[in-house]
């Protein structure tokens, strides 16, 4: 009875999928493509603040693509460093599409600031996404998991522990608390039937390289190319199916070779 209700259309929510051209875009229309129904949450206050920008519409074009694949779509603009955005999210997810078996934490705050122009109030904006804002959605969702197998977390990760980031000295710090937040919870939720991995898709072009980043991040790619949201978005396609029911607690580099230093 657990194994076909497992198998039955999963609802997954995606955090951070904002702009078209992004990975939780990608991720989004990956999933859709597999017959999953899809939340997903974007704030746009913050992506209106950075270089690359946002139409106003994208959201609603982005709705608009999943639904072309003929599941369920729902969106909401949150805030995730409220404190009480997990409880909002989930009571929403629920009264639109229903119980959810699918996190995907992929909502991210970064800045570059170094140690020199580091401050309380810019390492606290990274803390409240990056770190407070997954914990306490992770534990939102798992506490509202009600099944014994299929739940799966897929946390976004830069793999900051495979060397350092300097000037970005904050984004570094914070999500890398998240790779031992992934292994830790891994263990606390594999009981409730629940695996929790984490992606970390290497430099990816979603809008916001310019040609003297590409060129440098090409003579460290051996296969000659850069990553592209895709990419990520079908390995965690896979990680959110019935065939990766085995894998949990993992941090997986996918990073097409990417050569550092």
Same mark, same amino acid.
């Not at 051209?21 to 999953?36: D, Q």
């Not at 950075?50 to 003929?70: A, F, T, V």
């Not at 900051?160 to 790779?179: R, V």
């Given at each position: 009875?657990e194994r ?22 990608? @991720?989004?229309?990956? /999933? ?21 920008? @946002? ?9 608009? !693509? ?14 995730? =460093?409220?404190?009480?955005a997990p409880? !909002? ?28 122009? /580091? ?15 997954? +914990? ?35 984004? %570094?710090? =914070? ?10 919870? #891994?263990?606390?939720?594999?009981? !409730? ?26 003579? !460290? ?6 990553? +592209?949201?895709?990419?990520? %978005?079908?390995? @965690?396609?896979?990680?959110? #199916?019935?065939? %990766? ?5 993992? @941090?997986?580099? #996918? ?7």
């Open positions: 009875m076909e209700l497992a198998l039955e259309r999963r609802i997954a929510i995606v955090t951070g999928a904002s702009r078209l051209n992004g990975i939780g875009a990608a @991720i989004c229309t990956a /999933l859709a493509s597999k017959g999953m129904d899809v939340f997903f949450t974007y704030w746009t206050t913050y992506d209106s603040e950075m270089p690359w920008g @946002i139409r106003s519409n994208e959201p609603q074009l982005l709705q608009d !693509k999943i639904l072309e694949y003929g599941v369920r779509c729902e969106k909401l603009e949150l805030d995730l =460093t409220d404190i009480l409880a !909002k999210l989930l009571d929403i997810v629920e009264e639109k599409l229903g119980k959810p078996s699918i996190l995907i934490n992929n909502a991210t705050y970064s800045v570059d600031v170094g140690y020199d122009t /580091l401050t309380a109030e810019i390492l606290d904006r990274h803390y409240e996404v990056n770190i407070r804002g997954t +914990m306490l959605l992770s534990v939102e969702f798992a506490s509202r998991f009600s099944h014994s197998i299929g739940g799966r977390i897929i946390n976004l990760t830069s793999g900051q522990s495979l060397g350092p980031m300097a000037g970005n000295i904050a984004y %570094a710090t =914070t999500k890398g608390a998240i790779d031992t937040f992934t292994l830790t919870l #891994s263990a606390e939720l594999a009981s !409730k039937g629940i695996t929790v991995n984490a992606v970390n898709p290497g430099p990816t072009d979603t809008g916001w390289m310019n040609d003297d980043v590409k060129n440098v991040i090409l003579t !460290k790619s051996p296969n000659g190319r850069i990553g +592209m949201p895709q990419d990520a %978005a079908r390995l @965690i396609a896979f990680l959110a #199916s019935d065939e %990766a029911e085995w894998v949990t607690g993992q @941090i997986i580099h #996918s990073e097409g070779g990417f050569q550092r230093g």
